[in-house]
């Protein structure tokens, strides 16, 4: 009997199952250094949060210490990572104007080891005001992350691999102690029309935290999110962004998914709520990804 000839469609699901095969069976090795990521585009509903949040779940789930730092008051990134963080509860707040050690707040994640959060609240929405009178505003982030470095080396806990901090849509104190908190900055652009406006302003911004602030800071990242491969719109976007920063931008891209909105709803993030949807590979792919960037820049080092 001859052998049935495959529709375009199973040929398309055949291959992205072993694409998918493929990329759970690829090794993550650690960094040789805590990776400290801030997440920031001043443009909101880019998927900045999202990001944070499954690309810390994709690489907790391949044994890395991943810790997310939600610095954003609506605490987003809490809910996602199913961590209560109502106002009776230690939080970013207490850590940034109280000056709580980070390990009386940090939270493991109920449905992924190696995954942990230091959750927000709404307290933190008063935190600018409060931030500008205090000793070394912009550094207090920075400085209550490498003493819970110390605390883990001393206990001797498992060191951090990845850190991401989730950042309000806005450049205010909060976001500056980002900054000044990182190494690397991770800039989500949604694929949409306005994906570049205001992104040169951000880009001056993080130009003067540097120069004033955190000399190490860099621009390391850039991630296409809500990308459609139906239309012209988001083909052209890519391009426009590929050609503009060709280093940074990485080859995986996100898609519009429904199972990423629908994620946080649940408490979960895609990566738990539904391994094998696109939003999920997607997400997968791109922390594989950041994780080979890291590797080869180690190498040439």
Same mark, same amino acid.
């Given at each position: 009997m001859a052998e049935a000839v495959q529709s375009p469609v199973a040929r398309e699901l055949m291959n992205e199952k072993k694409r998918w095969k493929k990329l759970n069976q690829q090794q993550v090795q *650690?960094?040789?250094?805590?990776?400290? @990521? #801030?997440?920031? =585009?001043?443009k909101g509903g880019v998927g900045k949060t999202s990001t944070a949040v499954n690309l810390a779940a994709a690489l907790a789930e391949r044994g890395l210490q991943t810790l997310v730092i939600d610095i954003? *008051? $609506?605490? =987003?990134?809490?809910?996602?990572?199913?961590?209560?963080? /109502? #106002?009776?509860?230690?939080?970013?707040?207490?850590?940034?104007?109280?000056?709580?050690?980070? $390990?009386?707040?940090?939270?493991?994640?109920?449905?992924?080891?190696?995954?942990?959060?230091?959750?927000s609240n709404i307290d933190l929405a008063g935190a600018e005001i409060e931030l500008v009178s205090l000793v070394a505003r912009e550094q !207090?982030?920075?400085?209550?992350? /490498?003493?819970?470095?110390?605390?883990?080396?001393? =206990?001797?806990?498992?060191?951090?691999?990845?850190? @991401?901090?989730?950042? *309000?849509?806005s450049l205010g104190l909060l976001t500056i102690n980002? @900054?000044? +908190?990182?190494?690397?900055?991770?800039? *989500?652009?949604q694929c949409e029309y306005y994906a570049l406006e205001g992104l040169s302003q951000l880009l001056k911004n993080i130009d003067m935290v540097k120069k004033h602030l955190n000399p190490g800071l860099e621009v390391s990242t850039i991630l296409l999110t809500m990308y459609d491969g139906r239309t012209r719109l988001s083909?052209?976007? +890519? $391009?426009?962004? !590929?050609?503009? @920063?060709?280093?940074?931008?990485?080859?995986?891209t996100v898609p519009r998914s429904v199972r990423v909105s629908e994620a946080p709803s649940h /408490?979960? #993030?895609?990566?738990?709520?539904?391994? $094998?949807?696109? /939003?999920?590979r997607s997400y997968?792919?791109?922390?594989?990804?950041?994780?080979?960037?890291? +590797?080869?820049?180690?190498?040439n080092a």
């Open positions: *650690p960094p040789a250094e805590t990776r400290i @990521f #801030t997440i920031s =585009n001043q954003d *008051p $609506q605490g =987003n990134a809490s809910t996602a990572l199913n961590i209560e963080h /109502g #106002t009776d509860i230690v939080s970013t707040y207490d850590v940034l104007i109280e000056d709580t050690p980070m $390990q009386e707040a940090v939270r493991p994640c109920p449905d992924v080891e190696n995954l942990y959060c230091l959750p !207090r982030l920075s400085r209550a992350l /490498g003493d819970y470095a110390k605390y883990l080396a001393v =206990n001797d806990l498992p060191r951090l691999d990845y850190v @991401f901090i989730d950042c *309000p849509p980002a @900054f000044v +908190a990182a190494r690397e900055v991770l800039i *989500p652009i083909a052209q976007v +890519a $391009q426009e962004v !590929r050609e503009h @920063f060709p280093e940074q931008v990485l080859s995986s /408490g979960q #993030t895609v990566i738990t709520y539904d391994p $094998q949807s696109t /939003g999920a997968t792919d791109a922390a594989t990804e950041i994780a080979r960037r890291g +590797a080869e820049q180690k190498d």
